[in-house]
């Protein structure tokens, strides 16, 4: 289970790295470099809108039943991010994603604590935090490689990979998650 995790993690890394450069690369291309930093805000605000939604109730949903489908929805709001022709369009698709985003890490962070024995709790997130910023890092070279070669939609491409790797780990990984979450109890 805990690689299922660890897996996941490297692909929200890899939108996380995607992404930045593709919403910079597209405000530049469409010659409206400063409303970078405001689709940035659009899609924060909306993760810190949904994280706060999310926990204000107590959900019957299994964690790793949340983390499929939350996975599953970021990868299909990935998809208005390939079409887009606007910085408006652009905004609507990055509010998209950022609705996604704080359940994949919410629901990680519940079955990570389920998955690691208490004594090395810490070392399980960092091992997770590594993975995502593994994952950043080398998206965020192939996001540049793509964005050079056929502009920022080639970045989103890359985003999009990400999600969809990330959607299929996360709904493959079910049973081992449940056994994980049978371990813990």
């Known amino acids: 289970g805990f690689a299922v995790l660890a897996g996941v993690s490297l692909a929200i ?12 690369a597209f405000a530049v291309e469409h010659g409206a470099a400063d409303t970078a930093a405001a689709l940035f805000a659009v899609s924060s605000c909306a993760s810190v809108l ?66 690691a024995h208490r004594a090395v709790l810490t070392q399980a997130f960092v091992w997770l935090n590594s993975a995502t910023a593994a994952g950043s890092a080398g998206a965020a070279a192939a996001a540049g490689w793509a964005v050079d070669t056929s502009g920022a939609h080639g970045g989103f491409v890359v985003a999009a990979m990400a999600t969809g790797a990330m959607a299929v780990l996360a709904v493959a990984g079910l049973p081992s998650l449940r056994m994980q979450a049978r371990g813990a109890q």
């Open 50 to 115: 949904v994280g706060w939604l999310y926990g204000l109730r107590r959900w019957r949903t299994p964690p790793r039943v949340q983390l499929a489908v939350a996975a599953a929805g970021l990868a299909i709001c990935c998809l208005p991010l390939l079409v887009a022709d606007s910085p408006v369009e652009l905004g609507f698709g990055v509010t998209l994603t950022g609705l996604a985003v704080p359940l994949i890490l919410i629901q990680s962070s519940v079955l990570a604590e389920a998955a």
């Open 13 to 24: 890394g890899g939108f996380f790295g995607a992404t930045q450069i593709s919403v910079t």
